[in-house]
C-alpha cells in the first residue's frame, strides 16, 4: 500500500509530469561482476515481476553525532521529526516517482525517513529503465538473478539517486554462527545467563522500556521452542514478535540451518535482557532485502528499537560501492536516533574466506558506525574466568583487521592502527563453539558458537545498560576509544586470527584486530559511560 505522503506525490505528477530524458549515465558505485563460479544459463524471463529500491541523496546538512557527549548528555532526534531533517526531499522523490511511471514501473512505497522509493515492474521494464541486461546465473548456492557492469539513470537523476537495489537478488551475506565439533576433549559450554555473569553485566535491570531489533534473512523461530528454553532457564518469557520485509517471513525449517541463527539470536538477547521487547525483521538474503530490513528497524515508529543487532555479513570486496555507502549512511541515521547498531566480526579469520592472499574484514562491522563484534575462547572455573584468548579453532577465527573502503576514523586514530584504514572488531565476547552457547533450535538443544552469538550478547548488554542510564547510549564507538576508565573490559593478550597462513593478525595489549577492546564488565562500562568513574 502506497503511504499517504507518497500518494501525494504520486497524483500530483499525475497532473504535472516532470520531463526526465534519454541522456544515461551509469551510476557511480553501482558496478557488478558475476559471483565467483556462477554459470549464465540464459536471460531472465521478462515477463517476470519483481521489486528494487532506489534510494535518494539526503538533505543537505550533516548534523553532529555527539560523539564526544556522554550518552546522559545527549539528545536524539525523534523518529518523527526526521523525515524533515535528515530525510530524502519531496522533489527528489516525485523525480524518481516520475521517472518510474515513464517506465511503466509502479511505485509501491516512498519513504522519506528511510530515503527509499520501492518500485514494482516486470524485468523487462526494469531492463529498460536502468539499461541493464538481467541474466539468470547457477552458483552453488543456487540460482541468482544477475547483471554486470553498472546501472544506469538518467543524467538529471543522477546526482539524485545514491543506489538501486534488487536488480540483482544474488545472496548478501552469511549467517555467523558455528555449530560446535563434539571431540573427547571438548570444554564445558555456558548457558547466556552464566556469560552475563561471567563479564559482570548488571544485575537491577531487565533492559524493559527497551526494544531489541535483530535482523534475519532467513530461517525463523518457534514460539514452543522459545516457551520451553526460557522456562528450562527459570526467565519469564520474552515478548518475541515479527516484521515481515520485502515478503520475508518467519519461516523455521528443520532442514533450514538459518533457524539456528534466528533462535541464537533470539535466546541470547532474550536471556540476557528478559524485560526487553524482541523485534525480529525477516527479509530476503539480497543486498536489497538486507539494506531494507536494516532501514525498517531504524525507522520503525512504532516498536522504536534502541539496539540493533545482526548476526549477517560478507567480505568487502563482495559488496558494491553504492551499498556499503547506502548501508553505513543507514547506521549513521541509527546513531542520530539514538540507536546502537551491534555486528558480527566474521568467523573466517583474518581473510574472511576472501582466497586472494590479502587480508579481508567483513562488512557491515567494518561500517564505522556499527559496533563490531569480535570472538574469544572462554573457560571459567565457578563464577571466576580462568582464561580467554583469541578464538581460533584451526578451521574457524574470529573475524578481524583493518578496512580497505572506510578510513580510520578520528575516534580510533589513538588506537595504535597502523595502516589507514578502520580498525575491526571493536568489542569482544565468548564465540568459540567449544565454549559456546547452549540454545535450543527445532525441537533440540545443543551449543553454538561463531561471533554471531556476540552480536546479540553485547545488544542484550547496552539494553541492561540503556535502561540504567535513562538515555539510549546510541552511538557508542567513539566513548569506547575514550571515555571508559579502565576495567570496563578484559584484555584480550594471546592468540591470533590466522587461518590462511597470512600472518595476521596477533592480539596484544590494548585494543588489537582480533578481539578490538577485549570482553565487557557489564557493570563497570555502565559505570564509565555515566562519567561518574572519572
Keep these: 500500500m502506497i503511504s499517504p505522503p507518497s500518494q501525494r506525490i504520486w497524483q500530483g505528477l499525475k497532473e504535472n509530469e516532470m520531463p526526465i530524458s534519454n541522456n544515461r549515465v551509469p551510476l557511480s558505485g553501482s558496478e557488478r561482476v558475476p559471483m565467483s563460479g556462477a554459470r549464465a544459463v540464459g536471460a531472465a524471463d521478462p515477463t517476470e515481476t519483481m521489486s528494487v529500491t532506489v534510494v535518494v541523496r539526503r538533505r543537505a546538512g550533516e548534523p553532529n553525532l555527539q560523539a564526544d557527549r556522554l550518552p546522559g548528555e545527549r539528545s536524539y532526534v525523534p523518529r518523527e521529526e526526521f523525515a524533515a531533517t535528515r530525510g530524502a526531499h519531496p522533489d527528489d522523490l516525485a523525480a524518481v516517482a516520475s521517472f518510474a511511471h515513464s517506465h511503466d514501473l509502479t511505485v509501491v512505497e516512498s519513504h522519506p525517513a528511510r530515503r527509499s522509493i520501492v518500485l514494482s515492474g516486470t524485468v523487462s521494464a526494469f531492463s529498460a529503465a536502468f539499461g541493464v541486461e538481467l541474466t539468470c546465473y547457477e552458483h552453488a548456492e543456487g540460482t541468482y538473478r544477475g547483471r554486470t557492469g553498472s546501472v544506469h539513470v538518467p543524467a538529471e537523476l543522477e546526482p539524485i539517486i545514491e543506489g538501486v537495489f ?25 548457558t547466556p545467563p552464566q556469560l552475563a555473569q561471567l563479564y559482570n553485566f548488571p544485575t537491577e535491570g531487565t533492559g524493559q522500556g ?45 532442514a533450514n540451518s538459518d533457524d539456528g541463527e534466528v533462535m541464537l539470536d533470539i535466546e541470547v538477547a532474550g536471556a540476557v535482557a528478559p524485560g526487553a521487547n524482541i523485534v525480529v525483521y525477516f527479509a530476503p538474503n539480497t543486498d536489497q532485502g538486507f539494506l531494507d530490513a536494516i532501514t525498517t528497524a531504524v525507522h ?13 555479513g560478507s567480505a568487502e570486496p563482495n559488496w558494491t560501492s553504492q551499498a556499503l555507502t547506502a548501508f553505513d549512511q543507514a547506521f549513521a541515521d541509527a546513531g542520530h536516533l539514538g540507536v546502537t547498531v551491534c555486528a558480527a566480526a566474521g568467523d573466517n579469520g583474518s581473510a574472511d574466506s576472501v582466497k586472494d592472499g590479502a587480508p579481508h574484514v567483513d562488512f557491515p562491522a567494518s ?11 572462554l573457560q571459567s572455573n565457578g563464577r571466576k574466568i580462568t582464561s580467554e584468548v583469541v578464538w581460533n579453532e584451526g578451521g574457524g577465527a574470529t573475524g578481524g583487521g583493518v578496512s580497505t573502503v572506510f578510513p580510520l576514523p578520528a575516534w580510533q586514530s589513538a588506537a595504535g592502527i597502523s595502516e589507514a584504514g578502520r580498525g575491526v572488531p571493536d568489542v569482544a565476547g565468548d564465540a568459540d563453539p567449544a565454549t559456546g552457547y547452549l540454545v535450543r533450535v527445532d ?27 535513562g538515555n539510549s547510549a546510541g552511538f557508542l564507538n567513539p566513548l569506547l576509544y575514550s571515555q571508559p576508565e579502565e576495567g570496563s573490559f578484559h584484555d584480550i593478550t594471546d592468540g591470533d586470527n590466522d587461518v590462511t597462513g597470512l600472518g595476521l593478525y596477533s592480539a596484544g595489549p590494548g585494543w588489537d584486530p582480533c578481539t578490538g577492546w577485549g570482553s565487557p564488565d557489564g557493570v563497570q562500562l555502565l559505570v564509565a559511560l555515566t562519567g561518574k568513574g572519572k
Design 443 to 469: 525441537g533440540q538443544e545443543f551449543p553454538i558458537g561463531g561471533t554471531s552469538a556476540v552480536a546479540p550478547l553485547w545488544a542484550g548488554l547496552i539494553a541492561l545498560i540503556n535502561q540504567q542510564l
Design 300 to 312: 520503525d515508529t512504532a516498536n522504536k528499537p534502541s539496539v540493533i543487532s545482526i548476526s549477517w
Design 166 to 190: 534488487g536488480l540483482d537478488d544474488r545472496p548478501a551475506a552469511q549467517p555467523h554462527f558455528r555449530h560446535a565439533t563434539a571431540t573427547p576433549a571438548a570444554k564445558a559450554t555456558f
Design 210 to 254: 527497551q526494544t531489541i531489533a535483530i535482523i534475519e534473512l532467513g530461517g525463523g523461530y518457534r514460539t514452543g521452542d522459545l516457551k520451553t528454553y526460557f522456562k528450562e532457564l527459570s526467565i519469564p518469557l520474552p515478548r518475541v514478535s515479527a516484521v515481515s520485509v520485502d515478503g520475508g517471513q518467519n519461516k523455521p525449517t528443520v
Design 367 to 377: 561500517s564505522p558506525h556499527v559496533l563490531g563484534c569480535g570472538g574469544t575462547a
